[in-house]
């Protein structure tokens, strides 16, 4: 489905990736995981196009979306739920997640869509006419992933989003995250520091290192790799 060679981006002149290649097939759950400032988030940023390469190619189902800006490529069907939540703090729960249904295909499913939402996160439904930004920081993230899956998307990007969550918050989160994917088999490709949950819940990953892909596998074999548990399970 998605299919990355090559690719790389620079900030001033400092290298973010440097000739990234991966994978994602149709349906699959692909996990990125490494340490901070490996370059993570940058990536997702260039598959959704709010960050431009300096170099490399990027398809979706065989077409080169490379030149493509962010709104044609969300158009496409990719969504990307970012680092930090981003909800729109003076629109209600509902506005927010009304303005994820902006494709046409979206538009047409949108009450069907949000019922399946409010089914995944109930507090969404209770708080559906309260101001997003006086939420907790868990319920901004069930409303940003809830956000993202009201654009019917065939690509789900997400971005860190165990961040600054409680442990209790953080287990909900995942368990919506699989129970999405089981739901529709989606295809997504998540970003996370959490490493053992993110590689637990893939199908395969890929360890970013200094903006390099270091490591590639399934769930099993990186978390067997001794690299892996000694870098980041402490083992």
Known sequence: MLRISGLSVAYGGLRALEDVSLDVNEGEFVTIVGPNGAGKSTL??????????TAGRLELRGRDMTPLWSHQRAALGIAHVPE??????SLTVLENLELGSY??????ARRATLATVVEL??????RRAQLAGSLSGGEQQMLALGRGLMSLPDLLLLDE?????????????FEAIA???AARRLTILLVEQRVVEALELCDRGY???????ALAGSHDALLADPRVQRAYLGV
């Open 161 to 173: 989003p165990s961040q600054g969550l409680a442990p209790r918050i953080v287990e909900q989160i």
């Open 179 to 181: 129970r999405i994917r």
């Open 84 to 89: 930090g939540r981003r909800v729109f703090p």
């Open 44 to 53: 997702l940023k260039t598959i959704s196009g709010s960050v431009r390469p």
């Open 121 to 126: 996160f109930p507090v969404l439904a209770e």
């Open 207 to 213: 360890v970013l290192e200094t903006g390099r892909v």
């Open 103 to 108: 494709r046409s295909a979206a538009r047409a």
